[in-house]
């Protein structure tokens, strides 16, 4: 088998497994500490997931619209890169290195310092 016609059976079933980290993704923020009451969108970004948030404390933007929180990159062997947004910046920081997505998501939706969720 030549290797356009590999990709072209394995891309289906990598697909799969890719909607479903953006649904456990999604289900995970839905248990979040901060903010409980808005609806944070994940969409995908390059080879991760953003996450999307009203800013309702509006220390972001003070009309309340719309800013990234995080940005979740899958790594190597499992491991994830988990992205703080540093909004004075306009720049992502990496917060946490070869995590697991369930750890990472963790992390994420606990947020005790407000570094996600501002």
């Known amino acids: 088998m030549n290797a356009a016609a590999f990709d072209e059976e394995v891309a289906p079933a990598r697909n799969r497994v ?7 993704i999604r289900r ?4 979040r500490k901060r903010y409980r009451y808005v609806q944070p969108r994940v969409q995908r970004e390059g080879l991760g997931w953003l996450v999307i948030s ?3 404390s509006r220390n972001v933007d ?3 619209g719309e800013i990234p929180v995080a940005w979740l990159l899958p790594a190597n062997l499992g491991c994830w890169l988990l992205h703080k947004r540093d909004h004075e910046q306009g720049c992502w920081v990496l917060k946490t290195a070869g995590v697991t997505l369930m750890q990472a998501l963790q992390e994420l939706c606990e947020d005790p310092l407000r570094e996600f969720w501002p």
Do not use: F, Q, T, Y
């Not at 995970?28 to 248990?31: M, Q, T, V």
């Open 18 to 24: 890719v909607e479903l980290d953006g649904a456990r």
């Open 62 to 64: 003070p009309d309340g």
């Open 28 to 31: 995970a923020i839905r248990s």
């Open 54 to 56: 009203p800013n309702c």
